[in-house]
């Protein structure tokens, strides 16, 4: 993977480059515009017409999904310091970390062990025609069959 700041380097237009950084930052293009001094659109006409400010633009959101994954190791695993108040004064800190984000890291890091694992199990009956009935026709068969036997 090319580092979007290497590849901006390639970029000569200031703003295309002040975008890329921006957007390797924070991941969202809204805001990456604003900080360029942009309008979205016109991010997306450069996507258009220039195939290396395409490529520098998914090195940039490779590196923003990488500092996300960073983030979310970091309040999974080192936790984040939260104050601990009594009676409305601050008295300590307690370290407090995320199982979600956890669970999440080890689902991507090991899917294989951790996916979700769900069984769809479906009932079918023959039907004496050799098809197979669904519950609607098998409910539909009884109705017609009872009604059949109140008028006879």
């Known amino acids: 993977m ?16 002040a975008f890329i950084s921006a957007y390797a930052e ?9 900080i360029a001094n942009i309008e979205r659109c016109t991010h997306y006409a450069w996507m258009k017409d220039d195939p290396d400010y395409v490529k520098a633009c998914e090195a940039a959101y490779e590196q923003a999904g990488e500092r996300l994954e960073e983030e979310a190791r970091r309040r999974a695993v080192d936790g984040v310091e939260k104050p601990v108040f009594y009676q409305g004064k601050k008295c300590g800190v307690v370290n407090e970390y995320s199982d979600t984000l956890l669970i999440f890291l080890l689902k991507g890091a ?15 009956i023959p039907s004496a025609a050799g098809g197979v009935n669904t519950l609607k026709q098998l409910k539909e068969q009884r109705e017609e069959e009872e009604w059949e036997e109140l008028t006879r």
């Not at 580092?3 to 200031?14: G, R, T, V």
């Not at 924070?26 to 604003?34: D, L, N, Q, S, W």
């Not at 090991?110 to 079918?124: F, G, L, W």
């Open 110 to 124: 090991k899917p294989e062990k951790y996916k979700e694992r769900i069984s769809n199990e479906v009932s079918v």
């Open 2 to 17: 090319e580092d979007s700041i290497a590849l901006s380097n390639e970029i000569k237009h200031p703003k295309k480059r």
């Open 26 to 34: 924070c991941g969202t293009i809204t805001r990456a515009a604003e």
